[in-house]
């Protein structure tokens, strides 16, 4: 089947860890705790997978559409026998904040609760249009990237009641398609990911955001054989899917003149489009980097301590 995105769990009962593997009406559970022999411990072909992410110990599967399926919701307690729990509104992208808050992307950006009830996420907010791609919450922080309409900026509140507030909006004309992105640790530099880019429009723009009512461009990069998917950001390093490229990962540290600090190429494609490197996870406790590719899941470990650029090197430790 197509292989989509990538996310990761921990069991804190047993600290083994686990990659989520999507593909769209299905996904696979890997155990990566020995990076060098994984294998899959769980499958379903009955949960869509095209997008997933965890809360606690439930994983929240969207179909990448509304449509008439409906999001799937998994009990992980035990990961190596989930057991599906509830259904939700599906979307063709979501983003879960530390706080319990369930960001879904198109159509529009809805807002649900998870605290009440995980297994019944409650309606709380919805922007009301039909556009809308992915979204990225850091904080209080919202980046609402909106496909076609531009990228906005939020800050929410859940103290007494939920409320966005709007801080500012980016539209550029370089920029075909809003898709996904991330911003530095200082929260200063906003990066955005434009997957309908075509050579020689950038694939990255990145924008000062220190006032977020008046954002201000930095900086781009474009690869004129491959097509960015989506971008985070721990440190001084935003690590990509970057389909036919595979995992590239750029040094960020001036984000006004980002460059290539590693890269290992995942797939045998070598043109612009949606073939190759599909997702990217990167925040598992161990350090490793999972990569969803339709060759593969790699697993990679970065050592970002090299002397130079030019002498650092990453390689699979399986697939």
Sequence with gaps: NFVTDVWGYIDPATQKEYAIVGAFGAIEIIDVTDPYNPYKVAAFDTVPGFDM?????????????????????????????????????????IFISQDGFLFAEYPGLIIYDLNPDPLNPAYMWGSGTGDGHDATVIGDMVFDFHGWSGTNIYQYTA????????????????ITYHHSGW????????????????HPSPDITVWDISDPSEPVKVDEYADPDATIHNLY???NYAYTSYYAAGLRIFDVSDPTNIKVAAHYDTSPSNEEGFDGAFGVYVFSPSGNIFVSDQTGLYIFKFDSLATGIDDINIQPADF
């Design 233 to 235: 950001i721990i440190g």
């Design 53 to 93: 992410k965890v809360w606690q110990n439930y994983l929240y599967c969207v179909t990448g559409g509304p449509g008439v399926n409906q999001g799937k919701i998994l009990d992980l307690t035990d990961p190596e026998n989930p057991v599906q729990a509830g259904t939700f509104n599906s979307a063709h992208n």
């Design 183 to 198: 911003i530095t640790e200082d929260g200063n530099y906003l990066f955005i990911c434009d997957e309908l880019a075509t």
């Design 159 to 174: 103290e007494s009641s939920f409320t966005m507030n709007l801080l500012g909006t980016i539209n550029n004309p370089q």
